[in-house]
């Protein structure tokens, strides 16, 4: 393994600052598979000592790659290689769906399941009539163990009367009961943790997260799903495949 560091040997000769170079080539390792999510990354002193530089410049490009969200610090243990959920843009699964083909153990924990009467938000992108009653469920979302977003669906009572029937699987129970979504609209966007969701998350008040609002609609057109997702940043990857 030490033989291999010297592929993340900095030259001495380029004009590009030795910590970038480091910081660049560690991260084309991370992204290539060089380390396994989860995987401890060698220490300052033994980059320095392996690479022939100084621990400031190791530390230098590990603090680079940490604010970019590929190296995660443990206090007293280590820094480590941070597990990403790269989801498809293209492609309409659940959450449980994406974490297994991607080789993590999906989980979670609910935080409540209960009815009541629409919300205006509810009753706007879910095309209700007023006072129309709804499925509500706000669970954590983990992969091994890590919490990775804070989910909150709406489903129409039609659909879903009694919400404690979902155990699991919110989308194999729609599947069931042949009512899952064949398409979603999502949109993105970034938000700042309130200090509820920091708590819940693991986060700090005002850590930067990304909103993902995703309606899902049946195949008649009508939406049987407005899902509100809070998703760590450092641990989410959104890839969209582009052709011109």
């Not at 084309?28 to 002193?45: C, K």
């Not at 590990?62 to 959920?85: A, D, F």
């Not at 009541?116 to 706007?124: F, K, Y």
Request: with cysteine.
């Amino acid at each position: 393994m030490l033989a291999q560091l010297l592929d993340f040997k900095p030259d001495g000769d380029s004009s590009t600052p030795l910590y970038l170079q480091l910081a660049n080539k560690l991260a084309n390792g991370i992204n290539n598979g060089y380390w396994q999510p989860d995987e401890a990354l060698p220490s300052e002193r033994v980059l320095a000592e392996t690479l022939e530089i100084s621990r400031v410049t190791a530390r230098k490009a590990i603090e680079m790659l940490c604010e970019r969200g590929l190296l995660t610090r443990k206090h007293g243990s280590g820094t480590y290689i941070t597990p990403k959920l790269e989801q498809p843009l293209s492609r309409l699964t659940n959450f449980s769906e994406e974490l297994r083909q991607r080789g993590f153990m999906p989980g979670s924990q609910w935080l409540s399941r209960d009815t009541g009467v629409a919300s205006p938000e509810e009753i706007l992108s879910l095309g209700l009539s007023p006072h129309a009653v709804v499925s509500r469920l706000k669970r954590l979302r983990t992969a091994d163990n890590v919490v990775m977003a804070i989910e909150s669906t709406t489903i129409p009572n039609l659909y879903l009367p009694n919400p404690k029937l979902v155990t699991d699987s919110l989308y194999g129970y729609l599947d069931q009961n042949n009512v899952a979504p064949t398409r979603a609209l999502q949109h993105i966007r970034a938000v700042s943790a309130t200090v509820e969701q920091a708590k819940l998350i693991g986060l700090k008040q005002g850590t930067a997260m990304l909103l993902i609002t995703r309606v899902g609609y049946l195949a008649n057109g009508a939406a049987v799903e407005l899902t509100h997702s809070y998703c760590r940043s450092d641990y989410y990857d959104f890839v969209v495949e582009l052709f011109r």
